[in-house]
């Protein structure tokens, strides 16, 4: 059997904060690269902030992981099966968390394995990438 660990809330908020830098990056260089005000390029930087702003999250954590989750070694996975989670309910997750804000992260210390209000509400989990075997307590599971 598997166990997981579950990070700390500061390992959550700096994969977060990595992710908005990343964000806002992108669409500074995409403005940067295309700022002529041609039709066409009015047109690929709103699509490019529009991808990132709210395809990025969703999409990259239910089928790889953002950025943020690659560099702290996190990911989110599903309460009961803890795989990864479908798009419906990455998208649901992200508008959860946009919607609450940081209120959604005060129950973390509180709650079974440290889940957030929008990880309540969509059957998520977060777990660090190095589980714990518990069948062989001295080996780490891949």
Do not use: W
Request: aromatic content about 14%.
């Amino acid at each position: 059997m598997i166990d997981y660990t579950y990070p700390s809330i500061p390992k959550r908020y700096i994969s977060s904060f990595i992710d908005g830098v990343f964000i806002i990056s992108m669409m500074f260089i995409t403005g940067y690269l295309f700022q002529s005000s041609e039709g066409l390029s009015i047109k690929v930087r709103v699509g490019v902030v529009l991808f990132f702003f709210f395809v990025y999250e969703p999409l990259f954590t239910s089928l790889f992981c953002t950025l943020g989750q690659l560099i702290t070694g996190i990911r989110v996975r599903s309460l009961e099966h803890q795989d990864k989670i479908s798009i419906p309910r990455a998208y649901l997750r992200i508008g959860c968390k946009l919607l609450l804000g940081i209120l959604s992260f005060f129950t973390i210390p509180f709650t079974k394995h440290r889940r957030a209000i929008h990880d309540l509400i969509v059957g998520s989990i977060v777990v660090n990438t190095m589980p714990i075997n518990t069948e062989n307590p001295g080996k780490i599971s891949p």
